[in-house]
């Protein structure tokens, strides 16, 4: 690795690009936005987030990538069957907060609030799911699942790292929100669907 003309290599080449992950992520929330705005807003979140993760993908794996064109090219791609693989899903969550929320202060609502847990943790590796496999919508949502069942420790140490990166930016760092929300927790998401993918199927080629 080069900056301006000095070869960096060894521990200095890695801090290199550990420091260029801020700007990264910054940028990509930036298109996130954009893209959700470019959709109508309820539209426009599922192919956004689909772009989004597969931006992220591609960095992870240590590819080239081209943040602008590769966005725009994947919102566009993703952006009807988007609807239907990750749309209906975001949708439900709406159905199972109703659900929590008439539940509240009765006998059924830890069990409600458990099975509302573990959804949201098979959601969390939908995103993934969409950018890594090219499936149909049932079997994209079946195998997040899966992966969510079958990797119980790295989807609960997902689940409580987000809740508390969450719980810092709103109470501790909310300015924070609008330029790293939903990307940091996008990306954290994305290191770990890529390590359970790789148990599940084997390596990337």
């Known amino acids: 690795m080069s900056a301006s003309g000095v070869e960096i290599g060894g521990r200095f080449a890695r801090l290199y690009r550990l420091l260029d992950w801020p700007l990264r992520l910054l940028g990509l929330n930036l298109l996130w936005m954009v893209g959700v705005l470019a959709g109508g807003v309820l539209a426009g979140v599922s192919p956004a987030s689909v772009a989004l993760f597969a931006v992220l993908r591609e960095y992870l794996l240590g590819r080239p990538v081209r943040p602008w064109r590769d966005f725009w090219g ?90 508390a990166l969450l719980v810092v930016m709103v109470l501790v760092a909310p300015i924070a929100i609008p330029f790293f929300l939903p990307s940091v927790p996008a990306v954290l998401a994305m290191l770990v669907s890529l390590r359970v993918f790789t148990a599940l199927a084997g390596p990337v080629r």
């Open 74 to 163: 994947h919102w566009r791609a993703e952006f009807v069957r988007a609807q239907l693989r990750l749309g209906v899903p975001l949708l439900t969550l709406w159905v199972a907060a109703f659900y929590l929320a008439m539940a509240r202060g009765t006998p059924v609502a830890v069990p409600v609030a458990v099975l509302g847990a573990l959804y949201l943790a098979a959601l969390a590796y939908l995103p993934g799911v969409l950018v890594h496999f090219d499936l149909s919508a049932a079997k994209s949502w079946r195998l997040a699942a899966v992966a969510a069942w079958r990797s119980p420790l790295w989807t609960v140490g997902l689940g409580l790292t987000v809740a």
